[in-house]
């Protein structure tokens, strides 16, 4: 099974930047789609973007749309989510996630469809 581990939260002001980085440990990474959810203090979690092994990328919250980034360096074997304009309502804590899938996946960001997590890493924007 794969394991993986978050890094990059910190605490910015509105309008900064962040990358969190994935890195991903274990079997073979690239056999996985890889998922970015949060969840802020009293909310579901959500999907924010999701990469299927073949590299097809979607970004299922509109809010997010046009500010963030995910990126995969299979050579690293690490994701990223460059997350760019930050707001307020961006703050949460901020897991990866993975899921085996074969080659010809269609991309998902539900967060059943995962069944390994990291532990999470805490974005706090301020106004």
């Known amino acids: 099974q794969v394991q993986l581990v978050e890094s990059g939260g910190d605490s910015v002001q509105a309008g900064g930047s962040l990358r969190l980085s994935c890195a991903a440990s274990?079997?073979?990474?690239?056999?996985?789609?890889i998922g970015w959810f949060r969840q802020a203090p009293g909310k579901e979690r959500e999907g924010v973007a999701c990469?299927?092994?073949?590299?097809?990328?979607?970004y299922p919250t509109d809010s997010v749309k046009g500010r963030f980034i995910l990126s995969r360096d299979n050579t690293k074997k690490t994701i990223y989510l460059q997350m760019n304009s930050l707001k307020p309502e961006d703050t949460a804590i901020y897991y990866c996630?993975?899921?085996?899938?074969?080659?010809?996946?269609?991309?998902?960001?539900?967060?059943?469809?995962?069944?390994?997590w990291g532990q999470g890493t805490q974005v706090t924007v301020s106004s």
């Open positions: 996630a993975a899921r085996r899938e074969i080659l010809s996946a269609s991309t998902t960001c539900a967060s059943y469809e995962y069944n390994s």
């Open positions: 274990g079997v073979r990474p690239d056999y996985y789609g």
């Open positions: 990469i299927t092994r073949a590299g097809s990328i979607s």
